[in-house]
């Protein structure tokens, strides 16, 4: 009688090992560049946008380029986008810019430097530095705190005013966070966080972030549709459907269009946010209770831009580079009863260096998910009033407009990440997400990346881009550990 011999799974090397990367942001780019480099021949990635790029969309606007998402470097050193970039001569400095914001009240009034002075040093010196112990309740509870306690020992303050300021404070801190607002930002989170020191605005002029996936990729600056050492690597519109990891051989993933796929490694760059919204059915089987406590803990926040482009020159005066809104409490009130209750949350806008015909606004949270349902006219009518509402001279109908949606965007669900209160209270963080998940023998199977699973600099492009090379080194160590094939 014969018998038929069980044949044990092929042997794998970095030659042979079939690497699929979801997500072509800059995680996804600097996982797939790095394996490469490590000598690992079968990498590809799978884009379900019909571009590259993820939270990183530079395009030609107006005279120039404008970035859609990520628009500056957030500090120099320790920072990689910086270190890649700083000789290239595509990074400028913003000399003095921050130090030259305006603020006017919902009643055209313009505030006075000295009006104001006492109230913003405040607010600037209330952001504790590394020597403040890590805090056990939320950022917001802190900031308030601090605030006005300084506010109290300030002879025949303006308490209105100071209210409106410290509002005007807490949005802008809500587009730094990404949160709708303070009191669910962990405040221990500001201690772990790793903050690049240096110039906190360089940025990228005429060049767009894009140049930097151009570098990872080793790409021609002056070609658009090349990309490098990533040519013929990478599938765009090709949105996955579903993992399945069960088992210890090779993944399985079916695309939305029916497609099968087959991987030994599946390294998932997707947001936070697509987490949040399909990991129950995206993962097969579910995912373990820890990640699941992460993805469900942590929050991925909305900031969305307004960009107005005019006719011949810039309409904001020659020493208005930004303008600041404060609302006294009963325009306010008229404010949320109104249609227009959604401009609450439009912090500020600014002119755009390099693009003197161009005007910049920010809007955060529940009120920037709601603006994204709105028609883009109705939307432009509703800053226009607001102008003309608060400004103290007349700003003209822009020739162009755009704003962004990053929330209704079904490949991204948001802007970017941020650690909550809920988390600390659970002990939950982005170590959780990282976590990869490995067979019996220990072999890195389903692998995480992304600004999310990043311990000290989530929410940034130089974050995500340190998870891609994590993961990459995870399997080139995992591939390298006894120098022979591996299972």
Not at 15 to 41: D, H, M, N, S
Not at 263 to 289: M, N, R, W, Y
Not at 374 to 391: K, M, S, T
Not at 460 to 467: L, Q
Request: proline content about 5%.
């Amino acid at each position: 009688m014969s018998t038929c011999a069980f044949s044990p799974p092929a042997l794998k090397s970095k030659e042979t090992a079939r690497i699929v990367i979801i997500g072509a942001g800059p995680a996804g780019i600097a996982a797939a560049t790095r394996l490469l480099e490590q000598g690992f021949k079968n990498v590809r990635i799978l884009e379900a946008e019909n571009r590259i790029g993820g939270r990183i969309n530079s395009i030609r606007f107006a005279d120039s380029i404008v970035d859609l998402g990520a628009q500056w470097c957030h500090g120099e050193a320790g920072n990689v986008v910086y270190e890649r970039c700083k000789d290239l001569n595509v990074l400028q400095r913003t000399e003095g810019f921050a130090k030259a914001w305006r603020f006017v009240r919902s009643d055209k009034a313009q505030l006075s430097e000295e009006a104001l002075y006492s109230l913003q040093k405040i607010a600037e010196d209330i952001i504790p530095d590394e020597t403040v112990p890590p805090l056990d309740y939320s950022w917001g509870d802190y900031l308030t705190q601090r605030y006005w306690q300084e506010v109290d020992k300030l002879p025949n303050v303006d308490r209105a005013l100071a209210r409106e300021l410290f509002e005007n404070f807490k949005n802008f801190q809500c587009s730094i966070e990404g949160s709708d607002h303070l009191f669910e930002v962990s405040g221990r989170s500001h201690h772990e966080f790793v903050e690049s020191k240096g110039d906190m605005d360089i940025h990228w002029c005429d060049k767009g972030y894009k140049t930097f996936l151009r570098v990872l990729m080793n790409s021609k600056q002056d070609e658009p549709n090349d990309l490098g050492v990533l040519n013929g690597r990478v599938e765009l519109s090709k949105r996955i459907a579903q993992i399945n990891w069960e088992g210890a051989q090779e993944l399985q993933l079916r695309c939305w269009n029916g497609e099968l796929l087959q991987a030994d490694h599946v390294i998932c760059t997707v947001s936070l946010g697509v987490l949040k919204e399909q990991h129950e059915k995206l993962f097969v089987p579910a995912l373990p209770e820890a990640k699941v406590r992460a993805i469900n803990a942590l929050k991925l926040g909305t900031v969305n831009k307004f960009l107005l482009e005019y006719g011949s020159e810039q309409p904001m005066p020659k020493d208005w580079p930004s303008v600041n809104f404060l609302w006294s409490e009963q325009d306010l009130q008229e404010l949320r009863g109104s249609k227009r209750f959604w401009l609450e949350s439009v912090g500020y806008f600014h002119i755009v260096i390099c693009q003197p015909r161009l005007l910049e606004g920010w809007i955060i949270g529940e009120h920037a998910r709601h603006m994204e349902t709105l028609p883009e006219e109705e939307v432009l009518e509703g800053l226009q009033w607001l102008f003309r509402r608060c400004l103290p001279f007349d700003m003209p109908q822009p020739v162009r407009f755009l704003r962004t949606q990053w929330h209704s965007n079904p490949n991204f669900r948001g802007s970017y990440s941020y650690r909550t209160t809920q988390a600390d209270a659970v002990r939950t963080g982005p170590w959780d997400l990282e976590a990869p998940l490995v067979d019996a023998v220990g072999k890195p199977r389903l692998l995480f990346a992304g600004e999310a699973s990043s311990k000290t600099h989530y929410s940034t492009v130089h974050g995500a881009t340190e998870t891609g090379w994590r993961e990459a080194d995870r399997l080139n160590a995992y591939y390298t550990r006894d120098s022979k094939p591996t299972a």
